[in-house]
C-alpha cells in the first residue's frame, strides 16, 4: 500500500533540512512514536503506538536512514512487529524538499506492507485515515519545534525623531531682517511701544549697536564746537 502526503514549513529549505537530520527531533514530533534505545551505527530502534478502532498495537522495531545533501532528501526504511496482535509492518518512506515561496514543501511517500490481524483494518481504508491524521499533527509538531530554534525577529521601532529645532522669532523665515526692524524703532522708543507698533522686539545685537551708536553721537557732540555746554 502507498500513501503520499505533501505539508508546508514556514522556513525556507536550508533552515528546514538540517531538522530531518536529527532523529530524535523527528521522532518526537511524529505522536506515538518513541526511541526503543541508542542510536548506533545508523540503526535506528523505534516503537510506535497506534489505535486502529478497538484495537491498540505498539510496534517495536529498527530502521536505517539515508541523505541526499544536494536533493535536500532521504530514504527511511524499517520493519517492526507487534506480538499482541501478531501484525507485521515493512515499508520504506522517501522524504524531499522543495522551496515553496518563502517556506519549505514537505513530500513523504510510503510504501509499506503489512500482515497479520491488523491488515483488513488496511482494506477498509482506516490505515490511510490513520496515516493523513498522524502526518497533519507530524507537520504541526515539527512546524513549532523549527518556529522555536529560529532567532526572535527584532521588535520594529520607529525612527527617532530629529530634535525639535527653535527658531527664534527675528529670524523666522516670514520675518523682516533684525537689522530693518532695529532701524524702524524711533530714538528712546521701548521694546513694549516697539510691539505695540507692529515693530519686532530689539535683539542683543542691535541693542548693542544702537547704544553704541547714542553713546558715539553723544561723544561727538561733546567734543564738536557747537555741542559744547
Not at 515499508?91 to 513523504?108: I, K, R, S, W
Not at 525577529?153 to 523666522?172: K, M
Request: aromatic share 6%.
Amino acid at each position: 500500500m502507498q500513501v503520499e502526503q505533501r505539508f508546508t514549513l514556514p522556513v525556507p529549505p536550508a533552515q528546514a533540512w538540517p531538522a530531518f537530520h536529527d532523529i530524535a527531533l523527528l521522532v518526537e514530533c511524529l505522536p506515538g512514536a518513541s526511541l526503543a534505545g541508542e542510536l548506533r551505527d545508523g540503526e535506528v530502534p523505534l516503537r510506535f503506538e497506534v489505535r486502529m478502532g478497538p484495537i491498540v498495537a505498539a510496534f517495536t522495531g529498527s530502521g536505517r536512514v539515508g541523505f541526499d545533501e544536494a536533493a535536500r532528501s532521504g530514504r527511511f526504511e524499517g520493519a517492526a512487529a507487534d506480538r499482541k496482535t501478531n501484525s507485521r509492518v515493512k515499508g520504506a518512506a522517501d522524504f524531499a524538499l522543495a522551496e515553496a515561496g518563502a517556506g519549505t514543501e514537505v513530500t513523504v511517500r510510503v510504501d509499506y506492507t503489512l500482515s497479520g490481524t491488523l491488515a483488513q483494518f488496511g482494506r477498509i481504508g482506516l490505515v490511510r485515515e490513520i496515516a493523513n491524521t498522524l502526518t497533519a499533527q507530524f507537520a504541526a509538531n515539527l512546524e513549532a519545534r523549527l518556529n522555536a530554534t529560529l532567532p526572535a525577529a527584532a521588535p520594529a521601532t520607529a525612527p527617532a525623531a530629529p530634535p525639535a529645532q527653535h527658531i527664534p522669532r527675528e529670524i523666522a523665515p516670514d520675518s523682516p531682517p533684525m537689522w530693518l526692524a532695529a532701524e524702524a524703532v524711533p530714538a528712546g522708543a521701548t521694546a513694549a511701544s516697539a510691539g505695540r507698533a507692529g515693530a519686532l522686539p530689539l535683539s542683543l545685537t542691535a541693542l548693542l549697536a544702537r547704544v553704541l551708536r547714542e553713546r558715539w553721537s553723544r561723544l561727538a557732540r561733546r567734543v564738536s564746537p557747537g555741542g559744547r555746554r
